[in-house]
Protein backbone atom coordinates (compact mmCIF):
# COMPACT_ATOMS: atom_id res chain seq x y z
CA UNK A 1 0.00 0.00 0.00
CA UNK A 2 1.43 3.22 -0.85
CA UNK A 3 1.78 6.50 1.78
CA UNK A 4 -0.75 8.43 0.89
CA UNK A 5 -3.28 5.68 0.37
CA UNK A 6 -2.76 4.65 3.56
CA UNK A 7 -3.04 8.25 4.94
CA UNK A 8 -6.64 8.41 3.38
CA UNK A 9 -7.03 5.14 4.99
CA UNK A 10 -6.15 6.11 8.39
CA UNK A 11 -7.86 9.74 8.23
CA UNK A 12 -11.01 9.69 10.54
CA UNK A 13 -14.60 9.41 10.05
CA UNK A 14 -15.69 12.75 10.89
CA UNK A 15 -12.40 14.56 9.05
CA UNK A 16 -13.39 12.35 5.63
CA UNK A 17 -17.13 14.04 6.41
CA UNK A 18 -16.03 17.60 7.01
CA UNK A 19 -13.82 17.10 3.25
CA UNK A 20 -17.22 15.23 2.28
CA UNK A 21 -19.48 17.83 3.02
CA UNK A 22 -19.75 20.24 -0.20
CA UNK A 23 -20.06 17.33 -2.27
CA UNK A 24 -22.73 15.51 -0.72
CA UNK A 25 -26.37 16.85 0.03
CA UNK A 26 -26.39 14.92 3.43
CA UNK A 27 -28.41 11.78 5.01
CA UNK A 28 -31.45 10.72 3.24
CA UNK A 29 -33.44 11.10 0.28
CA UNK A 30 -35.22 14.75 1.38
CA UNK A 31 -31.53 15.71 1.85
CA UNK A 32 -31.12 14.75 -2.08
CA UNK A 33 -34.69 16.27 -3.03
CA UNK A 34 -34.02 19.75 -0.26
CA UNK A 35 -30.45 20.50 -2.38
CA UNK A 36 -32.60 19.84 -5.79
CA UNK A 37 -35.21 22.09 -4.99
CA UNK A 38 -32.87 24.61 -3.83
CA UNK A 39 -30.39 24.06 -7.12
CA UNK A 40 -33.81 24.84 -8.75
CA UNK A 41 -33.99 28.05 -7.16
CA UNK A 42 -31.17 29.06 -8.92
CA UNK A 43 -31.88 27.81 -12.41
CA UNK A 44 -29.66 24.67 -11.79
CA UNK A 45 -31.31 21.52 -12.87
CA UNK A 46 -30.02 18.19 -10.61
CA UNK A 47 -29.55 14.34 -11.07
CA UNK A 48 -29.26 12.45 -7.81
CA UNK A 49 -28.21 9.61 -6.48
CA UNK A 50 -27.91 7.08 -3.72
CA UNK A 51 -24.12 6.55 -2.58
CA UNK A 52 -23.55 3.33 -1.24
CA UNK A 53 -20.87 0.51 -1.41
CA UNK A 54 -20.85 -2.17 -3.91
CA UNK A 55 -24.05 -4.35 -2.66
CA UNK A 56 -23.56 -8.35 -3.04
CA UNK A 57 -26.62 -9.97 -1.51
CA UNK A 58 -30.43 -10.37 -2.92
CA UNK A 59 -31.23 -8.71 0.50
CA UNK A 60 -29.18 -5.30 -0.24
CA UNK A 61 -29.31 -5.12 -3.69
CA UNK A 62 -33.49 -5.00 -2.85
CA UNK A 63 -33.16 -2.89 -0.42
CA UNK A 64 -31.47 -0.76 -2.52
CA UNK A 65 -34.21 -1.05 -5.54
CA UNK A 66 -36.78 0.15 -2.98
CA UNK A 67 -34.76 3.37 -2.35
CA UNK A 68 -35.14 3.73 -5.80
CA UNK A 69 -38.51 3.23 -5.58
CA UNK A 70 -38.92 5.77 -2.85
CA UNK A 71 -36.39 8.38 -4.76
CA UNK A 72 -39.05 8.55 -7.74
CA UNK A 73 -41.85 8.55 -5.50
CA UNK A 74 -40.15 12.11 -3.52
CA UNK A 75 -39.49 13.56 -7.30
CA UNK A 76 -42.45 12.80 -9.41
CA UNK A 77 -43.19 16.69 -9.45
CA UNK A 78 -39.91 18.25 -10.21
CA UNK A 79 -39.02 17.46 -14.13
CA UNK A 80 -35.62 19.26 -13.23
CA UNK A 81 -34.21 16.50 -11.55
CA UNK A 82 -33.15 13.21 -12.64
CA UNK A 83 -31.90 9.84 -10.96
CA UNK A 84 -28.43 8.43 -11.30
CA UNK A 85 -27.42 4.72 -10.58
CA UNK A 86 -24.87 2.16 -10.57
CA UNK A 87 -24.72 -1.43 -12.02
CA UNK A 88 -22.88 -2.76 -8.80
CA UNK A 89 -25.49 -1.37 -6.43
CA UNK A 90 -28.14 -2.95 -8.48
CA UNK A 91 -26.66 -6.47 -9.02
CA UNK A 92 -24.07 -6.77 -11.59
CA UNK A 93 -22.15 -8.85 -9.32
CA UNK A 94 -24.33 -11.60 -9.40
CA UNK A 95 -25.80 -11.79 -13.50
CA UNK A 96 -26.25 -9.12 -16.03
CA UNK A 97 -30.14 -10.93 -15.90
CA UNK A 98 -31.08 -9.95 -12.72
CA UNK A 99 -29.34 -6.27 -12.43
CA UNK A 100 -31.29 -6.07 -16.30
CA UNK A 101 -33.97 -6.72 -14.48
CA UNK A 102 -33.61 -4.26 -11.57
CA UNK A 103 -33.03 -1.53 -14.35
CA UNK A 104 -36.04 -2.17 -15.96
CA UNK A 105 -38.22 -2.10 -13.02
CA UNK A 106 -36.80 1.31 -11.85
CA UNK A 107 -36.77 2.62 -15.58
CA UNK A 108 -40.72 1.65 -15.70
CA UNK A 109 -41.50 3.04 -12.13
CA UNK A 110 -39.24 6.85 -13.02
CA UNK A 111 -41.08 6.31 -16.92
CA UNK A 112 -44.87 6.43 -15.06
CA UNK A 113 -43.65 9.34 -13.34
CA UNK A 114 -41.91 11.11 -16.24
CA UNK A 115 -38.54 11.12 -14.80
CA UNK A 116 -35.24 10.30 -16.60
CA UNK A 117 -32.49 7.76 -15.09
CA UNK A 118 -29.04 7.67 -15.86
CA UNK A 119 -27.15 4.60 -16.14
CA UNK A 120 -23.47 5.65 -14.43
CA UNK A 121 -20.21 4.03 -16.16
CA UNK A 122 -17.86 2.18 -13.33
CA UNK A 123 -14.56 1.12 -14.22
CA UNK A 124 -13.54 -0.72 -17.45
CA UNK A 125 -14.50 -4.07 -16.35
CA UNK A 126 -18.16 -3.36 -16.52
CA UNK A 127 -18.59 -1.00 -19.99
CA UNK A 128 -19.48 -4.34 -22.16
CA UNK A 129 -22.27 -5.55 -19.90
CA UNK A 130 -23.35 -1.72 -18.86
CA UNK A 131 -23.91 -1.04 -22.53
CA UNK A 132 -25.57 -4.42 -23.13
CA UNK A 133 -27.97 -4.03 -20.46
CA UNK A 134 -28.28 -0.21 -21.62
CA UNK A 135 -29.70 -1.29 -24.47
CA UNK A 136 -31.95 -3.83 -23.67
CA UNK A 137 -33.54 -1.30 -21.54
CA UNK A 138 -33.74 1.44 -23.29
CA UNK A 139 -35.38 -0.77 -26.20
CA UNK A 140 -38.29 -0.02 -23.83
CA UNK A 141 -37.67 2.71 -21.97
CA UNK A 142 -36.89 6.34 -23.72
CA UNK A 143 -36.28 7.68 -20.43
CA UNK A 144 -32.87 5.79 -20.25
CA UNK A 145 -29.68 7.26 -20.87
CA UNK A 146 -25.96 6.22 -20.44
CA UNK A 147 -22.61 7.34 -19.44
CA UNK A 148 -19.63 7.07 -21.59
CA UNK A 149 -16.31 7.75 -20.80
CA UNK A 150 -13.84 10.00 -23.33
CA UNK A 151 -10.61 8.01 -21.38
CA UNK A 152 -11.63 4.71 -23.45
CA UNK A 153 -9.95 4.15 -26.79
CA UNK A 154 -13.54 2.36 -27.27
CA UNK A 155 -15.94 5.08 -26.69
CA UNK A 156 -15.99 6.14 -30.44
CA UNK A 157 -17.02 2.54 -31.90
CA UNK A 158 -19.56 2.13 -28.62
CA UNK A 159 -21.40 5.56 -29.81
CA UNK A 160 -21.70 4.34 -33.45
CA UNK A 161 -23.20 0.93 -32.20
CA UNK A 162 -25.01 3.10 -29.39
CA UNK A 163 -28.53 2.51 -30.40
CA UNK A 164 -30.71 3.44 -33.09
CA UNK A 165 -33.14 5.69 -31.06
CA UNK A 166 -31.69 8.95 -30.07
CA UNK A 167 -30.44 8.57 -26.31
CA UNK A 168 -29.21 11.01 -24.01
CA UNK A 169 -25.67 10.13 -22.88
CA UNK A 170 -23.08 11.69 -20.43
CA UNK A 171 -19.99 11.79 -21.74
CA UNK A 172 -16.98 12.35 -19.22
CA UNK A 173 -13.28 11.63 -19.19
CA UNK A 174 -14.19 8.94 -16.56
CA UNK A 175 -12.70 8.83 -13.03
CA UNK A 176 -11.43 4.94 -12.99
CA UNK A 177 -7.50 4.89 -13.83
CA UNK A 178 -7.54 2.48 -16.81
CA UNK A 179 -4.25 0.58 -18.14
CA UNK A 180 -2.88 2.03 -21.02
CA UNK A 181 -4.07 -1.18 -23.43
CA UNK A 182 -7.33 0.19 -22.90
CA UNK A 183 -7.38 4.10 -22.02
CA UNK A 184 -5.91 7.59 -22.87
CA UNK A 185 -3.15 8.06 -19.72
CA UNK A 186 -3.04 12.08 -19.74
CA UNK A 187 -5.71 14.53 -19.27
CA UNK A 188 -5.67 16.71 -22.64
CA UNK A 189 -6.25 13.55 -24.93
CA UNK A 190 -9.01 12.71 -22.69
CA UNK A 191 -10.57 16.39 -23.28
CA UNK A 192 -9.82 16.41 -26.89
CA UNK A 193 -11.74 13.36 -27.23
CA UNK A 194 -14.40 14.40 -25.10
CA UNK A 195 -14.70 17.19 -27.12
CA UNK A 196 -14.91 15.15 -30.32
CA UNK A 197 -17.57 12.66 -28.83
CA UNK A 198 -19.77 15.41 -27.96
CA UNK A 199 -19.70 16.02 -32.17
CA UNK A 200 -20.39 12.61 -32.64
CA UNK A 201 -23.24 12.01 -30.31
CA UNK A 202 -24.85 15.27 -31.80
CA UNK A 203 -24.35 13.40 -35.51
CA UNK A 204 -26.35 10.73 -34.69
CA UNK A 205 -28.99 12.55 -33.27
CA UNK A 206 -28.09 11.62 -29.10
CA UNK A 207 -28.38 14.10 -26.47
CA UNK A 208 -24.91 14.75 -25.49
CA UNK A 209 -24.73 15.53 -21.39
CA UNK A 210 -21.11 17.35 -21.27
CA UNK A 211 -19.70 16.59 -18.10
CA UNK A 212 -16.81 18.19 -17.19
CA UNK A 213 -15.44 21.22 -14.67
CA UNK A 214 -12.96 22.04 -17.48
CA UNK A 215 -13.31 26.04 -18.16
CA UNK A 216 -11.54 25.86 -21.49
CA UNK A 217 -13.28 22.56 -22.67
CA UNK A 218 -16.64 24.51 -21.95
CA UNK A 219 -15.70 26.92 -23.33
CA UNK A 220 -14.66 25.04 -26.61
CA UNK A 221 -18.04 22.98 -27.06
CA UNK A 222 -20.40 26.33 -26.19
CA UNK A 223 -18.21 28.25 -29.18
CA UNK A 224 -18.57 24.81 -31.19
CA UNK A 225 -22.35 24.52 -30.24
CA UNK A 226 -23.06 28.08 -30.73
CA UNK A 227 -21.06 28.34 -34.34
CA UNK A 228 -23.33 25.15 -35.42
CA UNK A 229 -26.56 26.82 -34.10
CA UNK A 230 -27.26 23.92 -32.37
CA UNK A 231 -30.55 23.70 -30.52
CA UNK A 232 -30.19 24.53 -26.79
CA UNK A 233 -32.70 21.88 -25.91
CA UNK A 234 -30.67 19.28 -28.05
CA UNK A 235 -27.54 19.00 -24.98
CA UNK A 236 -26.50 20.08 -21.72
CA UNK A 237 -23.70 20.78 -19.47
CA UNK A 238 -23.33 18.99 -16.09
CA UNK A 239 -21.01 19.46 -13.34
CA UNK A 240 -20.82 17.34 -9.59
CA UNK A 241 -22.13 19.69 -6.63
CA UNK A 242 -19.76 20.79 -4.37
CA UNK A 243 -17.05 21.41 -7.65
CA UNK A 244 -16.91 25.33 -6.91
CA UNK A 245 -18.08 27.01 -10.68
CA UNK A 246 -20.68 29.39 -9.50
CA UNK A 247 -19.77 32.03 -11.94
CA UNK A 248 -19.31 29.83 -14.98
CA UNK A 249 -22.56 28.24 -14.01
CA UNK A 250 -24.61 31.39 -13.61
CA UNK A 251 -23.02 32.24 -17.58
CA UNK A 252 -24.36 28.96 -18.53
CA UNK A 253 -27.90 29.14 -17.13
CA UNK A 254 -28.08 32.86 -18.08
CA UNK A 255 -27.54 31.55 -22.01
CA UNK A 256 -30.62 29.86 -21.32
CA UNK A 257 -28.79 26.01 -21.85
CA UNK A 258 -28.99 23.44 -18.78
CA UNK A 259 -26.67 22.84 -16.07
CA UNK A 260 -27.12 20.01 -14.14
CA UNK A 261 -25.38 19.07 -10.87
CA UNK A 262 -25.01 15.22 -9.95
CA UNK A 263 -26.24 15.44 -6.43
CA UNK A 264 -25.31 12.25 -4.02
CA UNK A 265 -26.93 11.62 -0.62
CA UNK A 266 -26.45 9.00 1.52
CA UNK A 267 -28.89 6.70 3.37
CA UNK A 268 -26.15 6.21 6.23
CA UNK A 269 -23.13 8.52 6.53
CA UNK A 270 -20.93 5.25 6.79
CA UNK A 271 -21.41 4.54 3.43
CA UNK A 272 -20.62 8.16 2.62
CA UNK A 273 -17.56 7.92 4.22
CA UNK A 274 -16.60 4.62 2.95
CA UNK A 275 -17.30 5.60 -0.49
CA UNK A 276 -15.20 8.73 -0.51
CA UNK A 277 -12.31 6.91 1.54
CA UNK A 278 -12.25 4.61 -1.66
CA UNK A 279 -12.35 7.52 -3.88
CA UNK A 280 -9.65 9.48 -2.59
CA UNK A 281 -7.46 6.85 -2.03
CA UNK A 282 -8.43 5.80 -5.75
CA UNK A 283 -8.10 9.75 -6.78
CA UNK A 284 -5.70 11.72 -4.56
CA UNK A 285 -5.55 14.73 -7.02
CA UNK A 286 -9.03 14.50 -6.12
CA UNK A 287 -8.03 14.87 -1.92
CA UNK A 288 -5.83 17.34 -2.93
CA UNK A 289 -8.29 19.95 -4.80
CA UNK A 290 -10.30 18.80 -2.12
CA UNK A 291 -7.84 20.51 1.11
CA UNK A 292 -7.57 23.71 -1.45
CA UNK A 293 -11.35 24.37 -2.01
CA UNK A 294 -11.76 23.60 1.50
CA UNK A 295 -8.61 25.92 2.90
CA UNK A 296 -7.62 28.30 -0.15
CA UNK A 297 -5.59 27.76 -2.79
C1 LIG B 1 -22.24 15.05 -13.59
C2 LIG B 1 -21.07 14.13 -13.61
C3 LIG B 1 -21.28 12.76 -13.61
C4 LIG B 1 -20.18 11.88 -13.71
N1 LIG B 1 -20.43 10.54 -13.84
C5 LIG B 1 -19.38 9.70 -14.02
C6 LIG B 1 -19.57 8.33 -14.30
O1 LIG B 1 -20.69 7.82 -14.38
N2 LIG B 1 -18.46 7.55 -14.49
C7 LIG B 1 -17.20 8.05 -14.41
O2 LIG B 1 -16.24 7.31 -14.62
N3 LIG B 1 -16.98 9.37 -14.15
C8 LIG B 1 -18.04 10.19 -13.94
N4 LIG B 1 -17.82 11.52 -13.69
C9 LIG B 1 -16.44 11.99 -13.37
C10 LIG B 1 -15.69 12.47 -14.59
O3 LIG B 1 -15.44 11.37 -15.43
C11 LIG B 1 -14.37 13.15 -14.21
O4 LIG B 1 -13.59 12.26 -13.47
C12 LIG B 1 -14.53 14.42 -13.40
O5 LIG B 1 -15.60 15.17 -13.89
C13 LIG B 1 -13.24 15.29 -13.48
O6 LIG B 1 -12.93 15.54 -14.83
P1 LIG B 1 -12.97 16.99 -15.53
O7 LIG B 1 -13.42 16.82 -16.94
O8 LIG B 1 -13.77 17.93 -14.70
O9 LIG B 1 -11.46 17.40 -15.64
P2 LIG B 1 -10.34 17.59 -14.52
O10 LIG B 1 -9.11 17.99 -15.24
O11 LIG B 1 -10.26 16.39 -13.65
O12 LIG B 1 -10.89 18.78 -13.69
C14 LIG B 1 -10.87 20.11 -14.20
C15 LIG B 1 -10.85 21.04 -13.01
O13 LIG B 1 -12.11 20.90 -12.31
C16 LIG B 1 -11.90 20.89 -10.89
N5 LIG B 1 -12.37 19.62 -10.35
C17 LIG B 1 -12.66 18.49 -11.04
N6 LIG B 1 -13.12 17.52 -10.22
C18 LIG B 1 -13.13 18.05 -8.98
C19 LIG B 1 -13.48 17.57 -7.69
N7 LIG B 1 -13.98 16.33 -7.50
N8 LIG B 1 -13.35 18.42 -6.64
C20 LIG B 1 -12.89 19.67 -6.80
N9 LIG B 1 -12.54 20.18 -7.98
C21 LIG B 1 -12.65 19.40 -9.05
C22 LIG B 1 -10.42 21.13 -10.69
O14 LIG B 1 -10.20 22.52 -10.54
C23 LIG B 1 -9.77 20.69 -11.98
O15 LIG B 1 -8.58 21.33 -12.23
C24 LIG B 1 -18.87 12.42 -13.68
C25 LIG B 1 -18.68 13.78 -13.64
C26 LIG B 1 -19.74 14.64 -13.62
C27 LIG B 1 -19.48 16.10 -13.64
Keep these: MDFKRAIVDLMPAPLVRTFASPYIAGKGIASGVAKADELHGHGLSSTIDLLGEEVFSREEVEAT ?10 LKDRPFATISLKPTQL ?22 HGLRITLDMEDSSFTDRTLQMFKAVRDEFDNFGIVLQSRLFRTGEDIRALHAR ?11 KEPAELAFQDKPAMKDKLFEYVQLLLEHGHYPEIATHDEPLIRRCMAYL ?6 RDAYEFQMLLGV ?17 LYVPFAEEWKYAVHYLKR ?6 AMAYMVVRNLFGK
Design 65 to 74: VQVYFRMIEA
Design 226 to 231: DQRGVD
Design 166 to 176: PCRVRICIGIY
Design 244 to 260: PRARLQQEIVGRGQTLR
Design 91 to 112: GINESVAYCQDNLRRIAAGAAA
Design 279 to 284: RLAANQ
